[in-house]
């Protein structure tokens, strides 16, 4: 599977993935995040259903705060 995750081309020995599984695959462990596929909000508890298929573009942003 071929992908686009955040704006860099991703392979991926799978048919599809799941947001929570492209997570544990890239090691992201950032409390607060933005997911989109194909520009698509996708909210932290669709994360396992949420799935990543061939050609998709996934974004996952980190939000941090400061001031």
């Not at 081309?9 to 599984?21: A, D, G, Q, R, V």
């Not at 607060?32 to 298929?53: C, D, S, T």
Request: charged share 20%; hydrophobic share 40%; glycine share 4%.
């Amino acid at each position: 599977m071929n992908i686009t995750l955040n704006n860099r081309p991703e392979s991926f020995n799978n048919e599809k993935l799941t947001i929570t599984e492209i997570l544990e695959l890239k090691n992201y462990t950032f409390k607060m995040m933005v997911v989109k596929i194909n520009g698509e909000l996708i909210r932290k508890p669709q994360y396992p259903i949420a799935q990543v298929v061939d050609s998709d573009d996934v974004q996952i942003l980190h939000l941090i705060s400061g001031g």
